[in-house]
Each structure stands twice: as structure tokens, then as C-alpha cells.
């Protein structure tokens, strides 16, 4: 079946690096995605990758995608305090499966 | 197009009343997605629309929900009788597609948050 997890909490320093990481079981899946929630919030699509890719770049974010491990990273460098919120992972087939979310905290 | 709507934004209802929520996906999407969110989880499907025809349901979907997209554009997701445990933020999405698999981005929009008393 279709699985996704990722680690529940990071917690950065302003200016680092974010590394989020997410596994997937689907290997059929044509996309995988990256949203962030802000509280109260709804979700905001960040970037995506295709599934016969192995790295996307945009801007400050950098995904990365090892296909044969099912793994799947998210790379934010210069972290700034905006961008603390929950990071979701997903992938899909058909629909999207979402993981439960890694809550990153930039401290300043 | 402003991107996926959702009405109402928030909803308090006693329970064992009915609700009725509606979205309005972007116009050229074929395909439209209700997912339900609680505190501290990840989205969780709950069934999809490729046009009219909905494809998908999720076993979360007890046979007090259903859900309609009469022509093809927006689409309502009803609860009947509703419980202390439907409160959740039910999200909608839209994405166009072809074939049986999503092959563009998925944009969500704000969500209706129910809360039952």
C-alpha cells in the first residue's frame, strides 16, 4: 500500500540549512511534492519533482530524489524565520498520499 | 481564476445536524480531490473526481458522508448526522490530469473548518 513518513520535528538556526527527509513505498509514483502549512493556514504547493528526475533546484530549495532507496529530501538553505511551519511530503499515483509532517523551527 | 475556493471557511454545528460544504476548483482542472485534516496529522483522502465521475472513495468514508460534482466543476461534500469526531479542516484540491494518473501540481485551497459540539 501507500505509505509516506518523515521526521515529526527540526529545529535550525537562522541563516543554516534545513534538511527535511521523507521515505515512500508507491515506486509507481509519477510525482512527488513538497507543501508547506503555516498555522491556521491552508497548503501552499513549494516545488515538486517528477519521478525520473534526481534533483530540482529553486531558488533557496533543493530536492532531491534517490528512487531506488524511495527517499526524498528537502534542502532549504539560508533558513529564515518565515519559513518555520509544517512540511509535508507526498506522493502520487492517481492521488496524492500525504506523511504527517516535519515541524521545522528557525530560531533566531 | 483565484485558485481553489472553499465555502464556508468555518463551520460550527451541533451534533447530529447535517453540513453541506462546497469548493470551486480552478476552472480548467478535470479533477478534484476532498481530503480531511486533524490536528498534528497529514492530509488523509478521502475521495476524488476525475469530471463527474468520482473515481475514489476512501474507507474513512463512512456512508454518512457523500459527495457530488453534478457537472464536472464544483463539487459538495455533505455529512449527515455529524459526530464529535468529524471535527477536522476538510480540504479541497484540483489538479488537471489524463489518463488514471495525476500528471500536473495539485493546488489546495483554504479549507472549511468544522467543529461539532
Known amino acids: 500500500g501507500e505509505d509516506v513518513e518523515q521526521s515529526l520535528f527540526l529545529s535550525v538556526r537562522e541563516g543554516d540549512s534545513s534538511v527535511i527527509n521523507c521515505t515512500y513505498t508507491?515506486?509507481?509514483?509519477?510525482?512527488l511534492y513538497w507543501y508547506k502549512q503555516e498555522p491556521g493556514a491552508g497548503l501552499q504547493l513549494l516545488t515538486y519533482?517528477?519521478?525520473?528526475?534526481d534533483m530540482k533546484q529553486d531558488q533557496r530549495l533543493t530536492v532531491l530524489l534517490n528512487k531506488k532507496d524511495k527517499h526524498l529530501s528537502l534542502r532549504i538553505a539560508d533558513t529564515q524565520t518565515g519559513d518555520s511551519a509544517i512540511y509535508f511530503c507526498?506522493?502520487?499515483?492517481?492521488?496524492?498520499?500525504f506523511g504527517a509532517g516535519t515541524i521545522l523551527r528557525v530560531k533566531s | 481564476d483565484t485558485g481553489v475556493s472553499q465555502n464556508p471557511r468555518h463551520k460550527i454545528t451541533k451534533r447530529g445536524q447535517n453540513v453541506t460544504f462546497r469548493c470551486d476548483p480552478i476552472?480548467?482542472?478535470?479533477?478534484l480531490y476532498w481530503y480531511r485534516q486533524t490536528l498534528g496529522q497529514g492530509p488523509e483522502f478521502l475521495t476524488y473526481?476525475?469530471?463527474?465521475?468520482?473515481?475514489?472513495k476512501s474507507r474513512l468514508l463512512s456512508d454518512r458522508f457523500s459527495a457530488e460534482r453534478p457537472k464536472g466543476s464544483f463539487s459538495t461534500l455533505e455529512i449527515q448526522r455529524t459526530e464529535q469526531g468529524d471535527s477536522a479542516m476538510y480540504l479541497c484540491?484540483?489538479?488537471?490530469?489524463?489518463?488514471?494518473?495525476?500528471?500536473?501540481?495539485?493546488?489546495f485551497g483554504q479549507g472549511t473548518r468544522l467543529t461539532v459540539v
Open positions: 484540491a484540483s489538479s488537471r490530469s489524463t489518463g488514471g494518473l495525476m500528471n500536473t501540481e495539485a493546488f
Open positions: 507526498a506522493e502520487s499515483t492517481d492521488k496524492l498520499v
Open positions: 473526481f476525475q469530471n463527474e465521475a468520482q473515481l475514489e
Open positions: 519533482i517528477f519521478s525520473n528526475m
Open positions: 508507491d515506486s509507481s509514483s509519477t510525482y
Open positions: 476552472s480548467e482542472h478535470n479533477r
